[in-house]
């Protein structure tokens, strides 16, 4: 078994999500390493697996408007450029977790 979120907040005024997982781990991610790290078929060429989003395409006051479940296994998000079509399945997100720009709090 996975770990799997135990709490998950938008702190927007650091710019951060925190989720605090089921290993007892809480990290933040910046919102905009998030959005680009997106793993839908827009973000992710679906044959060659090329990320077709990068950094400087994404606006760095980026942030979620709206932030949902997709049943127990996935995290929705809507931007606020607009992009809503991100699945992050907590496999994913705690992959982002090891990223260099994610801050480990606890
Ligand atoms: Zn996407």
Redesign the pocket.
């Known amino acids: 078994m996975s770990v799997v979120p135990t709490a998950l907040r938008a702190l927007k005024d650091v710019g951060m999500l925190e989720i605090a997982w089921s290993d007892g781990a809480t990290y933040r991610l910046p919102f905009k390493l998030v959005r680009v790290e997106?793993?839908?078929?827009?973000?992710?060429h679906e044959i060659t697996g090329e990320r077709m989003?990068r950094a400087e395409m994404i606006p760095d006051d980026i942030h979620p408007v709206e932030l949902g479940y997709s049943g127990n296994y996935a995290l929705k998000v809507v931007w606020s450029d607009a992009?809503a079509?991100?699945i992050y399945t907590w496999e994913r997100l705690h992959g982002i977790c090891s990223h260099l720009q994610a801050v480990r709090v606890a």
């Open positions: 997106c793993p839908c078929a827009q973000c992710i989003v992009h079509s991100g």
